[in-house]
């Protein structure tokens, strides 16, 4: 017997260049992954296929077809459901979390709807169909689990029961989605309960949650490992690269939810050397991240949280914990500080009685930390059927199956959301809710001030490498053993302090803020560091003054800035995105070797020692710098120098002129 | 150069002042030829600066800007050069946002950044602060053509029309690298972005009920005023 899967996308999915993969659809498809070995297990004969076009479905010339469908997707079920009856004449299953939780919108061309998690109904009615494929309602009526089409009237049995002991269910074949670009290889460490937002927008209702044990969670991460070295088997990558290359994405919010759980399996994954094999990305709430949470997540080769969480309010929704601005801010902190990038997922409308002060004020506390985020998202959040939201809805508008049609699944669209459209929020009008999500959707296509190249995360460990190298440098050739030393910080990434044994010297930190620095210096000091720290000050030569009282006699000031003469400065200046280069936001003002001579000549300091960092070894930025003054000779004969384009840092080493 | 500009830029706003325009709110520098234009005319003409010189500091350590001002007055905000100078230039225009009227408009005057003048300074002096143009001692801020719409965007302004101030300097050289780096702005020395308050930008004065009124949708038909050159 043949068996084809048809997971159902919605129309969005396939936008653009080919199959996008994104969205519920997608995570709701990966159910699949497990439920095939599981099949052909029980069914060591059965032929399966998963299709996700039409075409090819009919291609396949199946003798049984299941169709799996979200919410986002169901609309198209009826239409395929009839198409392929009418080509194939073969028996047409409906499975997935829609139908599960809305069984009576079952298609007329849909034999039999599975309700709840399939294996057990459809371990069943494979044994039913592998006998009879013309079985009839007569045959697999008693199956539990089931509602069906007989004579023109619906009918449903009894409730099916769930897989108790979900460590015994087979390995996902994650391979299936190799084939389906467009996203990471997703992991679900937590199977099919109710009380978790992947749980309810993408997987079959069941009774209660049910954890996979940490063992069955690493295997299953070793095995997707083990999939990646397969699939590249034939691409030179070197063991080294493999942990900045291959992604595992932990989908489910409950990863952390157990802290002795979730610590097992950071110890399973260290004691098999998988950090070395691929990174994760992993879906947490503000309220499960914490230095603990995040010195762990930073050991496996985390490189991005997936940070998920509603509008500020005190009230919590039983299945999403509540957020603050003093949550949130606290948890970028900590992320930070254990170098986990952010990828925010913001949820306008989890509780209907947000309010517009509480939306206000969390748009304004998003706005504060909009740099900080990786990247910032938006979401609407449907009233899925199943859902809390869903019940809300129901209690409000008596919503029915097809106005489901007229809600926003994939990408909200504001110019499209009309007053006629259903609102659970109970505080604003759906008018003032259009322009809300709007205003929320342009803060978050404002990607700051770090270009995405350099958000990835061998960019982000190279960066952490270059900091490390530097300070080591800088610790061999100018610090002692017991000198003091004054830091002057206007971004914590650039600090020493981080670098340093803590007994090494007394290192004092004197941070910048708002164009100044706060306060004076604490004491006389052997060496101020200025580590791009004098490109924040509003009155440079103010700031230089006032800190070189702070010197010792003898005392010497070590100042490093960004060279603006640079090639990679000047193209930013003629492509006009200065403003969105790498140069931070803090920056305010910019400086080359003949400025910084003049600015520290003109503040009473004299240059003892000057260095240069030079990046000529790019083939791209010897063919701009080259590129670039080839234009000039040619239209505007003024020499330049060639060398100065190549100069991305320059350090300076000066002291107070005496006389 | 720059004090051709300023006269000529003073002589286009002072064009483009309308009627309507009653009571003006002035940050940046001082503009002495529209202020005694609105004030000749029996209009209210309120410079930033006289009130709060402390404007340009605004930032997230110190996000207020009191000023004894009635809100909801002004039919015009007029931003003279000012963002360049400020540290946190959203968050200035933030706050004069709300002593705007429910229709106010407002003048962003500013410079380009990405003027051949400063490309040039880059290659020979290295970004050598001036005494006016982008890279005027004063200036911590720089702004294009793309930020300045996006600035208006973030802070509840919807962009409706823009002036600019052309100087061209090395015609063929800017002409080769307007091509190539496909950059049509080489030889604009500033913009006048004219913007116009969206009464139902959503994240301020939110506890005010007018606030929730429909979107009043900008008239994309008003003249459109043309470049000083």
């Not at chain 2, 002072?14 to 309507?20: A, D, F, G, N, V």
């Not at chain 2, 003249?223 to 000083?228: F, I, K, L, V």
């Amino acid at each position: 017997m043949k068996l084809a899967f048809f997971p159902l996308f919605h129309p969005s999915s396939f936008d653009g260049k080919g199959f996008q993969g994104t969205g519920i659809d997608f995570m709701s498809a990966y159910y699949l992954t497990g439920l095939l070995p599981f099949l052909e297990k029980h069914f060591p004969d059965l032929q399966t296929c998963v299709e996700i076009t039409l075409p090819r479905i009919l291609l396949q010339r199946p003798d049984l077809v299941v169709i799996w469908s979200s919410t986002p997707s169901f609309e198209q079920v009826e239409t395929v459901a009839e198409v392929i009856k009418q080509n194939l004449e073969i028996p047409i299953l409906l499975a997935g979390p829609h139908i599960s939780h809305l069984p009576t919108a079952l298609p007329a061309h849909v034999d039999i709807g599975i309700l709840g998690e399939p294996e057990i109904p459809l371990h069943q009615l494979l044994g039913i169909f592998s006998k009879d494929l013309q079985a009839g309602p007569m045959k697999y009526g008693k199956v539990p689990g089931l509602i069906y089409q007989s004579r023109g009237r619906i009918y449903s049995g009894s409730p099916a029961k769930s897989i108790q002991q979900i460590d015994q269910l087979p390995m996902p074949r994650h391979s299936l989605l190799h084939s389906l670009p467009g996203r990471s290889i997703p992991l679900v460490s937590v199977s099919r309960g109710p009380h978790s937002l992947m749980g309810l927008l993408t997987q079959p209702p069941s009774g209660r949650v049910r954890f996979f044990s940490p063992e069955r969670t690493v295997a299953e991460i070793a095995q997707i490992a083990a999939d990646y070295r397969q699939l590249y088997s034939k691409w030179p990558v070197p063991a080294e690269m493999l942990a900045y290359i291959f992604p595992v994405y932990i989908a489910d919010e409950l990863f952390l939810a157990q802290p002795e759980r979730f610590q097992a399996i950071c110890e399973g994954i260290l004691a098999q050397n998988l950090h070395k094999s691929v990174f994760f990305m992993v879906n947490a709430y503000p309220s499960q991240l914490n230095p603990e949470t995040c010195r762990w997540l930073q050991l496996i080769n985390t490189r991005k949280i997936i940070l998920t969480f509603p509008s500020f309010s005190t009230r919590e929704a039983p299945w999403m914990p509540a957020c603050s601005a003093e949550l949130l801010t606290r948890t970028l902190d900590v992320c930070e500080q254990y170098r986990l990038g952010v990828i925010g997922n913001f949820l306008l409308n989890p509780l209907a009685e947000t309010t517009r002060r509480e939306m206000a004020h969390t748009y304004w506390t998003l706005w504060e930390n909009r740099r900080r985020f990786d990247k910032l998202k938006a979401f609407y959040l449907p009233p899925m059927p199943g859902t809390p939201l869903w019940e809300q809805y129901q209690q409000q508008y008596k919503l029915k199956a097809e106005d489901l049609e007229r809600l926003p699944w994939q990408q909200f669209d504001p110019e499209r959301f009309t007053p006629t459209v259903p609102l659970v929020n109970r505080t604003v009008d759906a008018e003032s809710f259009a322009s809300i999500m709007k205003g929320f959707q342009v803060l978050a296509a404002d990607d700051g001030g770090v270009p995405d190249q350099e958000k990835a995360p061998m960019k982000q460990d190279q960066a952490y490498q270059m900091q490390l190298q530097s300070a080591k440098a800088l610790q061999k050739k100018y610090l002692h053993p017991g000198m003091d030393v004054l830091e002057v910080i206007l971004d914590e990434s650039f600090s020493l302090k981080p670098y340093l044994a803590s007994d090494f010297c007394d290192l004092q930190q004197l941070k910048v803020e708002g164009g100044q620095l706060k306060g004076p210096a604490p004491r006389p000091v052997d060496l101020i560091i200025l580590r791009g720290s004098l490109a924040g000050l509003r009155e440079p030569q103010a700031a230089l003054v006032s800190l070189s009282q702070s010197l010792k006699p003898d005392g010497q000031m070590l100042i490093s800035l960004l060279n603006a003469q640079n090639i990679a400065f000047i193209l930013s200046a003629l492509n006009w995105s200065l403003e969105r280069s790498s140069y931070p936001y803090k920056l305010l003002r910019y400086y080359s070797e003949n400025t910084a001579r003049e600015l520290i000549q003109s503040a009473g300091l004299k240059i003892l020692d000057l260095e240069y960092t030079i990046m000529n070894n790019i083939q791209g930025f010897r063919d701009s710098v080259e590129g670039l003054l080839k234009r000039f000779e040619t239209f505007w004969p003024l020499a330049v120098s060639e060398e100065r384009l190549y100069i991305m840092e320059i350090s300076m080493l000066v002291k107070k002129n005496r006389k | 150069m720059y004090d051709q500009y300023r006269q000529q830029m003073a002589e286009k706003l002072k064009s483009l002042i309308k009627p309507e325009h009653q009571r003006v709110l002035c940050v940046g520098d001082p503009l002495a030829l529209i202020q005694t234009q609105i004030q000749e005319q029996g209009g209210e003409f309120v410079l930033v600066e006289s009130l709060n010189p402390n404007w340009r500091d605004i930032s997230r350590d110190q996000p207020k800007l009191p000023l004894d001002l009635p809100e909801k007055h002004f039919d015009l905000l007029l931003v003279y050069h000012a963002l360049e100078q400020a540290i946190d230039p959203e968050r200035l225009i933030l706050e004069l946002r709300k002593y705007m009227q429910p229709e106010g408009q407002i003048y962003i005057v500013a410079y380009n950044v990405g003027h051949i003048s400063t490309i040039i300074n880059l290659l020979t002096e290295g970004w050598a602060y001036q005494d006016d143009g982008a890279l005027r001692h004063s200036h911590v801020r720089y702004f294009s053509n793309e930020s300045l719409r996006k600035l208006m965007d973030q802070v509840g302004f919807e962009f409706v029309d823009e002036v600019v101030y052309q100087i061209q300097q090395l015609p063929v050289l800017t002409r080769q690298l307007s091509q190539i780096m496909k950059n049509p702005y080489l030889s604009i020395l500033s913009f006048i972005m004219i913007g116009r308050k969206i009464n139902s930008f959503p994240f301020i004065d939110f506890e005010d009920d007018s606030e929730k009124e429909a979107p009043v949708k900008a008239d994309k038909k008003s003249e459109s005023p043309a470049s000083p050159n």
